[in-house]
């Protein structure tokens, strides 16, 4: 479970998924999902928890409210980039 919360972040920082940059260009939840080749449904309970934890953000879109869009917080580059430095 954490290894997949690890991927989040890592996907999420290679694809530039921070801050406001590129909100319409891949960072919902549908792509993230797809490029780890999992479900929606399994990347929303790990989301979930990154959320509480302070990882991520998580918003609608203000054109589609069907579609959710994450983002990462300083808190889950810190941890993306901590544990690059630890392996």
Do not use: C, P, W
Not at 25 to 49: D, E, Q, R, W
Request: net charge positive; no cysteine; charged share 30%.
């Amino acid at each position: 479970y954490y290894g997949m919360k690890f991927k989040i972040l890592t996907t999420m920082n290679m694809h530039g998924h921070r801050g406001n940059r590129d909100l319409e260009k891949g960072n919902n939840m549908s792509t993230i999902a797809k490029k780890l080749n999992i479900t929606v449904g399994s990347l929303t309970t790990a989301v979930n928890s990154l959320v509480k934890k302070g990882y991520v953000d998580r918003f609608r879109s203000k054109e589609d409210r069907r579609v959710v869009y994450v983002r990462l917080l300083e808190k889950g580059e810190n941890a993306y980039h901590q544990s690059r430095r630890l392996s």
